[in-house]
Nanobody, 128 residues
Framework: QLQLVESGGGLVQPGGSLRLSCAAS????????VGWFRQAPGKEREGVSC????????TYADSVKGRFTISRDNAKNTVYLQMNSLKPEDTAVYYC?????????????????????WGQGTQVTVSS
């Protein structure tokens, strides 16, 4: 059974940090590009970051550049999102997703529809 599970969310003050984890089971995550997405209340889902299978291609939304860092630990079958200098506007449910097409494993798709295995999300709340 293919599964992704996000963890690491929670309540943090503005300026604080969180590290989100995306752990895979039932398949080898490092074969695929993995993206992080978020959805805030009343807003559409947006892409946050992506890392290719090899780690050679990494993308970030403009709103998080310089603050967020994506990485992967193949031995743990896990992708991480380190979030620093958090702002209230970062409040959202954060999802990780794998693009399981091997034809795109070395690229990051800008289309959410390319990602066909999704986790259930983890809540990040930035508030004082």
């Amino acid at each position: 059974q293919l599964q992704l599970v996000e963890s690491g969310g929670g309540l943090v003050q503005p300026g604080g940090s969180l590290r989100l984890s995306c752990a895979a089971s039932g398949f080898t995550l490092d074969y695929y590009a993995v993206g992080w997405f978020r959805q805030a209340p009343g807003k559409e889902r947006e892409g946050v970051s992506c890392i290719s299978s090899s780690g050679g291609m990494i993308t970030y939304a403009d709103s998080v550049k310089g603050r967020f860092t994506i990485s992967r630990d193949n031995a743990k079958n896990t992708v991480y999102l380190q979030m620093n200098s958090l702002k209230p506007e970062d409040t959202a449910v954060y999802y990780c997703a794998a693009d399981r097409s091997l034809f795109r494993r070395n690229v990051c798709s800008g289309y959410g529809t390319a990602y066909n295995t999704w986790g259930q999300g983890t809540q990040v709340t930035v508030s004082s």
